[in-house]
């Protein structure tokens, strides 16, 4: 299969033929034509789940994977996966990228070239990926090897930035894309891709002479988060009295308890629901920052 072609404005499609985003997708998807017709002048916003429809202009294209036939084969392409790790540079002092392979898949034994970006073989074993129906997101673990000193010096430079972070609040992106379509290969495709996880590290597991571990975490791992971020309180508004979030502009000025006064520099807000009718009307749509309907259930 040679590499697909990306979407065309004003170009007429039939049903069948497939595309990719002109921008590179992280979702791993490609789409395809399933109603015949010319595409519109923009581009359209491209659906994130397998199956999912669009239509641009007369056409209407639908979200496929674009790696999905090829491991559906009897004898599919090896099974690629690469690593990058990026600091940040409020934690870390830089934004470097390391990109790396484990080299365990389809025998490769030197840098590999995705989407122009060359990974370094280096001994790494990453576990615990695996999404299960329990209720919980994973927590992998990335091992990666420290016999030549490597991941110690990288740890004591972070730790010059913030002590003891020790790579924390990096992130980490897990690509996993087939041997056919890296860099070099007659079907090289840099799109075609599973969809790219990105994860955090959460802390330094271990670290020894010969391997450091870390454990990553989702983005949407929220332990420890409450919801909502503020407090439900039902009678007084949050809101800073004549900011954005409240939006009063208005030349009627009263004081805390609700009384007409002449001048700006009187006007005070009581917080009250009271106080923001008075402002926008008995009747007016009420930017009130409070839950007035908190407590009123049993």
């Known amino acids: 299969m040679a590499a697909v072609g990306a979407w065309a404005a004003s170009t007429a499609f039939s049903v069948g033929d497939i595309r990719r985003a002109t921008t590179s997708q ?17 581009e359209p916003s491209w659906p994130t789940d397998i199956g999912s429809t669009v239509t641009d202009n007369t056409v209407v294209w639908t979200a496929i994977s674009s790696v999905y036939e090829d491991v559906s084969v009897l004898a599919p392409s090896a099974i690629i996966e690469l690593f990058e790790l990026q600091l940040d540079n409020t934690l870390h002092g830089s934004t470097d990228v390391y990109r790396f392979h484990a080299g365990s898949n389809a025998n490769v034994t030197g ?14 074993q990453a576990d615990g990926f695996e999404m299960r129906s329990g209720g919980t997101l994973p927590q992998p673990t990335l091992s990666i090897a420290n016999l030549d000193g490597t991941m110690t010096t990288l740890l004591a430079l972070v730790n010059a930035t913030t002590t003891g972070n020790d790579l924390t609040g990096a992130t980490v992106k897990r690509i996993r894309t087939l041997k056919r379509y890296l860099d070099g290969e007659s079907t090289a495709d840099p799109n075609a891709r599973f969809p790219t996880e990105i994860w955090r590290i959460n802390r330094k597991a271990t670290e020894t002479r010969d391997v450091v571990t870390f454990e990553l975490a989702s983005e949407f791992d929220l332990v420890g ?15 800073i009295y004549r900011s954005s979030e409240c939006s009063y502009t208005g030349s009627n000025y009263f004081d805390v308890n609700g009384n007409s006064v002449s001048t700006l520099a009187q006007d005070v807000c009581g917080k009250r629901l009271a106080s923001c009718k008075l402002r926008f009307g008995e009747n007016g749509t009420l930017p009130f920052g409070s839950f007035p309907g908190a407590g009123l259930t049993r």
């Not at 992280?26 to 923009?42: K, M």
């Not at 070239?113 to 001994?123: E, H, L, M, Q």
């Not at 988060?225 to 809101?239: E, S």
């Open 26 to 42: 992280a979702s791993g998807l490609w789409f395809r034509c399933t109603t015949a017709g010319t595409s519109a002048s923009s």
């Open 225 to 239: 988060q409450k919801l909502p971020k503020r407090q439900i309180v039902a009678n007084t508004c949050q809101w």
């Open 111 to 124: 840098n590999i070239v995705f989407d122009g970006n060359a990974y370094t073989r280096f001994p790494v």
